[in-house]
Every structure is written in structure tokens, then in C-alpha cells.
């Protein structure tokens, strides 16, 4: 049974790493039948986002198609922040610069910033908790003495294996088509003045554990929320890794819920 809102509520969707706005697009599609807006961009070098990623340079030009969409937000209105792994650094970087735009800041099976515990702390628990899966993807470094830097695609049996177990065939064979090479930029997303209390922190957060995750382990995602008090923790029962295409249903039933409750 799904869950009604009383007004209609904008969505913002923001992916992951190789990912695009198009891994959205079960999700999107049930929002919007449910009445609401929705906003699924493609960060900077992603999906169809026309960038190089030899052109970005710094995390916030990654960023840039989602600070570009929350500047236009008018002042009077407030969304709902959805993101999604490595989109969880791309959502603390928005929530950071415009906190009174976000009724709340959703991160499901995504990485989410502590301003008690420095990224990395967590980088090294996620090392320790998290077993390799299949080493098919491919580590990409560049040749460019100007722009030197690392990038990562995800392999075809990673992903079955690890992220897409449980969703259906036919989006696994859409993102082995789609997902492109991507960054973490690490020395970026672990410093920690990333966040402030002030920013960061004044925002609701909301996180969503994917219960059969193997890329972000669900006991690492525990892990992580204790690591932010106050923070409300949901839980979705047979997602893997790309909860947004596993259990899409659940996930928009979850999203209603919280868009009512904030």
C-alpha cells in the first residue's frame, strides 16, 4: 500500500559513481505518478552531461550540475535531497552551501558525512568491514602531468556480483552500457572543513539501509549512522546495492513517507 502526501513535494535525485541520472528512472517515473516533481540530473562527466573528466579539476566541478539546479531553487521553497552512494558527498557539499533550500537530505545505501568522525576514519573502517568483490573493474590512471588523477569503472562482474544482484537483468545490461569511468576525489571529500554544524548539520537527515548491500555493507552503513546522532534510519528488506532499481516500489513508498513526515 503506498503512501499518500498532501502536497506535492520536489525531489532532487542525485546518483553515484559511473552512474547517471538514468539509474533513476523507476524511481522518477513512480514520484511523479504519485503527483510529485522530480529532478534526476547528471553530475559533471556522468550519464549524457557533455564534461570530460579530465576537464574537472576540483569535487566541486563534478558538482556543479547540482549546485546549478539548488541556486535556481526560489528562496521560498525547499526540496527533498535523494542521493545514492558516492552521491551522498555531492548532497553534504549542497547541504552545506544552501541549508534553508532542503527540507530534508536522504541517503540511501550513500555515504554520509559525520561532523564528529573524519572521512578518513571512515575510509578506513569501510577498508576493514568491506571485502574486494570480483577485480574486473578497471583502475584508469592519468597521463596528464597538468591534471594528474585516478579515475575507476566498474566491470560487468563486479556489478552483478556486488551492486546489482538482486535488481533485474535488464538494468544490469542498461548500466554495463551506460556507467562511465568516475572519481572519488579523496583528498577532497575527506577534509574535514568539507562541513559545518552550522550547514551541514542544521539539515534533517534521513538514511536508508539497503539490507542486502554488497558493495556498502549493511553493518558499514550502521556503522556510519551511529556516527550521527539524530539522524533517522529506514530499512528496505531485499535491496542490493541499487535500491532505486531493486526494490523501486519500496523505495518511493519510503520517500513518500519521509517527504510527509519533514
Not at 80 to 98: D, I, T, Y
Not at 157 to 177: C, E, I, V
Not at 195 to 209: A, D, Q, W
Amino acid at each position: 500500500m503506498s503512501v499518500e502526501c498532501a502536497a506535492m513535494v520536489h525531489f532532487i535525485l542525485v546518483h553515484g559513481m559511473c552512474h547517471g541520472a538514468w539509474c533513476w528512472y523507476q524511481l522518477a517515473t513512480l514520484l511523479r505518478s504519485a503527483g510529485h516533481r522530480v529532478t534526476a540530473l547528471d553530475l559533471a562527466a556522468s550519464g549524457i552531461n557533455p564534461k570530460r573528466l579530465d576537464e574537472l579539476r576540483r569535487f566541486a566541478d563534478y558538482t556543479e550540475p547540482l549546485m546549478e539546479v539548488m541556486a535556481s531553487i526560489p528562496l521560498d521553497e525547499k526540496v527533498a535531497l535523494v542521493g545514492h552512494s558516492l552521491g551522498g558527498f555531492n548532497l553534504a557539499l549542497a547541504m552545506e552551501k544552501f541549508p534553508e533550500k532542503i527540507a530534508v537530505a536522504v541517503f540511501a545505501s550513500a555515504w554520509m558525512p559525520s561532523i564528529s568522525t573524519p572521512m578518513s576514519v571512515f575510509m578506513q573502517e569501510y577498508s576493514r568491514r568491506n571485502p574486494p568483490g570480483p577485480m574486473d573493474s578497471k583502475i584508469i590512471v592519468s597521463e596528464d602531468p597538468e591534471n594528474p588523477f585516478t579515475s575507476f569503472l566498474f566491470g560487468p562482474k563486479y556489478m552483478a556480483t556486488t551492486m546489482y544482484q538482486l535488481s533485474p537483468p535488464k538494468d544490469l545490461t542498461l548500466a554495463t552500457m551506460l556507467v562511465r569511468p568516475g572519481r572519488q576525489f579523496l583528498d577532497e571529500i575527506t577534509r574535514e572543513d568539507m562541513i559545518t554544524e552550522k550547514n551541514y548539520g542544521s539539515v534533517s537527515r534521513v538514511f536508508i539501509v539497503s539490507k542486502e548491500d554488497g558493495s556498502l555493507m549493511p553493518d558499514f552503513q550502521y556503522w556510519m549512522t551511529e556516527r550521527s546522532p539524530g539522524v533517522e534510519v529506514k530499512e528496505i528488506e531485499g535491496a542490493d546495492h541499487m535500491v532505486m532499481l531493486s526494490k523501486a516500489k519500496e523505495l518511493c513508498n519510503v520517500l513518500l513517507g519521509i517527504a510527509k513526515k519533514y
